[in-house]
């Protein structure tokens, strides 16, 4: 099983609907959670941390569940500029510098 | 700022063939990394690098060696290339602050073995 698992879509949304998409891990012990964007050819770039209480930034929000073991990223009202791969990451507890990346979650948003 | 610089961009190599990659940061991170990126599969970690002086390897290492020539440099060898080495290869960086750890990632090296 792999370390870091999410859905490879694509989702594929009308602009302004809001979407939603999890990303599971199997290492209990993990320690620090992030969301990435990767546009297409490009670098991976953060997006947002995701903190233990949730967080949110403008239409992003991000929740960590610890007993399921998941990360979520909610999108409300998306942007055409918000179609991208969302790749989600996690550091484990045993390692801090060991950064684990998902297969990532391709979205596109349609006018 | 620089960030990370990776270098080459693209290079196509013949099968058996070998090169370097080099990666240099000038953020003053302790951490570095080499993935690589294939359609459909995400970042898979090859080596990591926690400190200068250090390296494990990741989820993907065979076939590869790696290099912490000092706190700014960290290059990735393919011995002899194999086509099934065709990827996009991406260096990163990264500083832990309390448990935020942030990858700054380099432009990426596109690699074809024929």
């Known amino acids: 099983r792999k370390e870091v698992e999410q859905d490879p879509g694509p989702f594929n949304v009308p602009e302004g609907a809001t979407v939603a998409f999890n990303c599971t891990y199997s290492n209990s012990a993990s320690q620090s959670f992030f969301w990435y964007r990767q546009d297409c050819r490009k670098e991976p770039k953060l997006l947002m941390s995701v903190y233990s209480s949730g967080n949110e930034d403008g239409r992003f929000t991000a929740q960590l569940n610890r007993a399921s073991q998941y990360i979520s990223l909610l999108i409300r009202d998306s942007k055409l500029s918000d179609s991208a791969t969302y790749l989600c990451v996690v550091t484990p507890y045993s390692s801090a510098s060991k950064i684990i990346f998902g297969s990532g979650t391709r979205l596109s948003i349609r006018p | 700022n620089a960030g990370v610089t990776q270098t080459p961009k693209f290079q196509v190599l013949k099968t058996g063939q070998s090169m370097t990659l080099q990666c240099a940061q000038d953020m003053n991170h302790n951490s570095m990394y080499w993935y690589r990126q294939d359609p459909g599969m995400g970042l898979r970690l090859i080596y990591y690098?926690?400190?200068?002086?250090?390296?494990d390897k990741g989820e993907v290492p065979n076939g590869y060696n790696v290099s912490r020539l000092n706190k700014r440099e960290f290059s990735l060898r393919l011995e002899s290339a194999a086509p099934s080495q065709t990827s996009v290869y991406f260096c990163?960086?990264?500083?832990?602050?309390?448990?935020?750890?942030?990858?700054?990632f380099g432009q990426g090296t596109r690699l074809t073995v024929v």
């Open positions: 990163a960086s990264s500083e832990a602050r309390g448990f935020i750890t942030e990858a700054f």
């Open positions: 690098s926690a400190s200068e002086g250090t390296t």
